[in-house]
């Protein structure tokens, strides 16, 4: 009967340590959805590891902007962790990269899951009904319509992202597309996540 229970904590242990990780600068600690993973190639390249599912020693950082700066600035602190001399130069742009190409993956997850009003009508009807958890604007959305969903005028998240109109409606198999509403709900959940990495990664 001890052992059981002994092998069971272990478990429990095992399972705690793959769900809590400890970013490198800010020594904050988190579960994997929290943080990004930099790892090291046989070749000592540095990667972005988004999803957390590469082979090879890794290193969590919280992805935000300062965060990552620190480590451009002090590579021994990611040198500690990988146990090895690392560029880190770049990482920034490396991270925002991965970041945009997640959310444009979530945007048309969103679309698929029917959680998305886009157009400034359909948009505004969402964020008026009150079911609306945030508005997304173009990069080029005009001063119109940034006025008309700008954060003062409810309580809905706003989120001005790097994507331009073209690049969202063609994610979301519409036309060019200024603004779009996301319904709260589970499904709105990974991209919400993305959504606010963008806002801190800026």
Same mark, same amino acid.
């Given at each position: 009967?001890?052992?059981?229970?002994?092998?069971?904590?272990?478990?429990?242990?095992?399972?705690?340590?793959?769900?809590?990780?400890?970013?490198?600068?800010?020594?904050? &600690?988190?579960?994997?959805s929290g943080l990004?993973?930099? #790892?090291?190639?046989?070749?000592?390249?540095?990667?972005?590891?988004?999803?957390?599912?590469?082979? *090879? &020693?890794?290193?969590?950082?919280?992805?935000?902007?300062?965060?990552?700066?620190?480590?451009?600035?002090?590579?021994?602190?990611?040198? /500690?962790?990988l146990k090895a =001399?690392?560029?880190?130069?770049?990482?920034? +742009?490396?991270?925002?990269?991965?970041?945009? /190409?997640?959310?444009?993956?979530?945007?048309?997850?969103?679309?698929?899951?029917?959680?998305?009003? =886009? *157009?400034?009508?359909?948009?505004? *009807?969402?964020?008026?009904?009150?079911?609306?958890?945030?508005?997304?604007?173009?990069?080029?959305?005009?001063?119109?319509?940034?006025?008309? %969903?700008?954060?003062?005028?409810?309580?809905?998240?706003? %989120?001005?992202?790097?994507?331009?109109? +073209?690049?969202?409606?063609?994610?979301?198999?519409?036309?060019? /597309?200024?603004? #779009?509403?996301?319904?709260?709900?589970? =499904?709105?959940?990974?991209?919400?996540?993305?959504?606010?990495?963008?806002?801190?990664?800026?």
């Amino acid at each position: 009967m001890k052992t059981r229970q002994s092998k069971a904590l272990t478990r429990e242990q095992e399972s705690d340590l793959l769900r809590d990780r400890t970013c490198v600068v800010s020594r904050r &600690r988190s579960d994997p959805s929290g943080l990004v993973r930099l #790892v090291l190639s046989s070749h000592g390249e540095l990667f972005v590891d988004y999803r957390g599912r590469l082979p *090879g &020693r890794g290193a969590w950082v919280t992805p935000e902007r300062s965060v990552l700066e620190a480590l451009q600035d002090s590579p021994k602190l990611l040198n /500690r962790a990988l146990k090895a =001399s690392v560029d880190s130069s770049g990482l920034l +742009e490396k991270v925002q990269e991965a970041n945009q /190409r997640h959310l444009l993956d979530a945007l048309a997850l969103a679309a698929r899951a029917g959680v998305l009003a =886009s *157009g400034n009508d359909a948009a505004l *009807g969402l964020v008026q009904s009150g079911k609306a958890c945030a508005v997304v604007l173009a990069s080029d959305a005009s001063p119109r319509v940034i006025r008309r %969903f700008s954060p003062d005028s409810s309580d809905v998240s706003v %989120f001005p992202v790097v994507l331009n109109r +073209e690049q969202i409606g063609d994610r979301i198999g519409k036309g060019p /597309r200024a603004v #779009v509403a996301v319904a709260a709900g589970a =499904s709105s959940n990974q991209l919400l996540r993305e959504l606010r990495r963008m806002a801190a990664l800026r």
